[in-house]
């Protein structure tokens, strides 16, 4: 299966201040994904990266509060913009690949807001 | 997208019990994929199902894909201290494209 390295592992940042969190999969996938996971809760879709246009976003998150880039089959970032403390959680990227017998996940990024 | 409801929330249980836990859905799914999540970690693919009926086993976790196609369980026999963790079941959403529904989770403890 793929390997993914989701990076930064985890961050304390100030109220107003943006993060951008890179994946980075070891071989190239069709579909690559956003989820965010909040304290002590189940994980929800936040959008899939498309490769080479906009992403696609779920109900309730917006292009401007988590602007998503996919430049390549191999990578992708997801930027959570003008944080608040509500916005402490986990984000994990998700990706498939053809033939996979499910979805891969990176470790993480555990963001706190302060 | 399609709710996945998943029960028990929680359980404690002494090392060597055997655990079940459970997912249904007011929709079809047309595949059921099992995960465990360690803290700090993403989840993890436990096993996955494809087929209406399928019975699938990995050592001692035992997983079912319901004839209904709206629910599925997994079992774990002989719990040890390393099953702790949180178990969630999944299943690809028809509004999301190939993104995963995911249940609430069970959280799993187990003393020894």
């Known amino acids: 299966s793929a390997v993914i390295s989701q990076k930064p592992s985890r961050d304390i940042c100030q109220r107003g201040t943006s993060l951008t969190i890179q994946c980075q999969v070891d071989s190239q996938v069709t579909m690559m994904f956003w989820y965010r996971q909040q304290p002590g809760q189940s994980l929800t879709l936040i959008a899939t990266a498309n490769q080479g246009s906009e992403a696609t976003y779920e109900s309730g998150f917006v292009i401007d509060k988590f602007p998503i880039s996919r430049p390549n089959l191999t990578f992708s970032t997801l930027t959570v913009s003008n944080m608040s403390p509500e916005d402490s959680s986990i984000y994990l990227c998700?990706?498939?690949?053809?033939?996979?017998?499910?979805?891969?996940f990176g470790s993480g990024t555990r963001l706190t807001v302060v | 997208g399609q709710q996945l409801n998943q029960s028990p929330q929680s359980m404690f249980i002494q090392e060597g019990e055997d655990v079940s836990m459970n997912c249904t859905s007011s929709?079809?799914?047309?595949?059921w994929l099992w995960y465990k999540q360690d803290p700090g970690e993403g989840p993890v693919l436990l096993i996955a199902?494809?087929?209406?009926?399928e019975l699938t086993s990995n050592g001692r976790l035992t997983a079912q894909f319901g004839i209904t196609r709206k629910d599925s369980f997994l079992n774990i026999s002989a719990s040890i201290p390393s099953d702790v963790g949180i178990y969630f079941c999944?299943?690809?959403?028809?509004?999301?494209?190939?993104?995963?529904?995911f249940g609430k989770g069970t959280s799993l403890l187990v003393t020894p």
């Open positions: 998700s990706v498939i690949t053809t033939g996979e017998s499910g979805y891969t």
């Open positions: 999944a299943g690809p959403s028809s509004n999301s494209g190939y993104a995963l529904n």
């Open positions: 199902l494809y087929k209406a009926g």
């Open positions: 929709s079809i799914f047309n595949t």
